[in-house]
């Protein structure tokens, strides 16, 4: 089995190309094998899988996907650890030639060199939520996946309708895939340790809850209903609506209470509000 990378080798790298982890780019490097290793198998990562990840950084992730899946593509923002990645697989006894990089913003992407079956990524903090979201929206082939995102985010992504934590990206995110918590890790694998803990989120994709044009109009009243979260649904949708007794109307059509919050229907409540206010 080649070698993957350790605290020592992770800094040996991070020093000889001269990268410093900044906060603004929520660089925080994995530097335990194992867990990397137990994210992979997390994933279900398999020999026929064309792996995905965001931020790979300088390699930690990326080279536990090269020991089990067919390729790796990996995208990268910053082209001196984009430059480095390759050298880092080859040197620690990995085909490079397995891995495919792409040195950009991951908001930006909107295409890819080949369909990508599953994605692991440690996403950066200040924009996991909206890449997950874009990245089951734009690639339909990613079947399943593991990210690793700040704790806090973990419990929107998982929560149930009735709870604290559940909002807008627990309801977005069910529109194409099931959830579900898939452990914490410690702030010790990471360098720089960070100060926020962070969890693992499984996803598994099933069939889309409808078109493009449902999708959008649904997720316009996802975000009215949690825009703030404690107005009832018929003062929520009323700039939507043309006011709060026409709102009121839509919701009691589509069989909901229209005195109930947001944070109590599951997808398939918004789904029907939506498909109301078109008629």
Not at 46 to 54: H, T
Not at 152 to 170: F, H, N, Q
Not at 216 to 240: C, N, P, W
Request: aromatic share 6%; charged share 25%; hydrophobic share 45%.
């Amino acid at each position: 089995m080649s070698g993957l990378l350790g605290a020592a080798e992770i800094r040996e790298i991070a020093e000889r190309i001269g990268v410093r982890p900044t906060k603004k780019l929520g660089q925080n490097f994995v530097v335990d094998a194992n867990t990397c290793r137990k994210i992979v198998k997390s994933a279900d990562v398999g020999q026929d899988d064309v792996a995905l990840e965001i931020g790979p950084g300088l390699g930690s992730l990326t080279l536990a996907m090269l020991e089990t899946a067919k390729s790796v593509i990996a995208i990268e923002i910053d082209d001196r650890l984009a430059l480095e990645l390759p050298i880092t697989a080859d040197r620690h006894g990995f085909d490079s030639t397995k891995l495919t990089i792409i040195t950009a913003d991951a908001m930006q992407i909107s295409e890819l060199p080949a369909n990508p079956t599953v994605l692991v990524a440690n996403l950066p903090y200040n924009v996991s939520v909206p890449v997950l979201l874009r990245f089951l929206e734009l690639f339909p082939t990613l079947r399943s996946g593991v990210v690793m995102v700040q704790s806090e985010v973990a419990d929107r992504l998982v929560a149930k309708p009735d709870s604290k934590t559940y909002g807008s990206p627990s309801v977005k995110a069910a529109w194409w895939a099931d959830l579900t918590s898939a452990g914490t890790v410690s702030r010790s694998i990471f360098w720089p340790v960070p100060n926020v803990d962070s969890s693992l989120v499984r996803f598994v994709r099933h069939e889309s809850a409808g078109d493009e044009v449902l999708r959008k109009a649904t997720f316009k009243i996802i975000d009215a209903a949690f825009a703030q979260r404690r107005k009832m649904m018929r003062a929520a949708l009323s700039d939507i609506c043309g006011g709060s007794a026409q709102a009121s109307a839509i919701i009691e059509q589509s069989g909901i209470d229209p005195t109930i919050r947001g944070e109590a229907l599951e997808l398939a409540d918004f789904i029907k509000i939506a498909i109301t206010l078109s008629k």
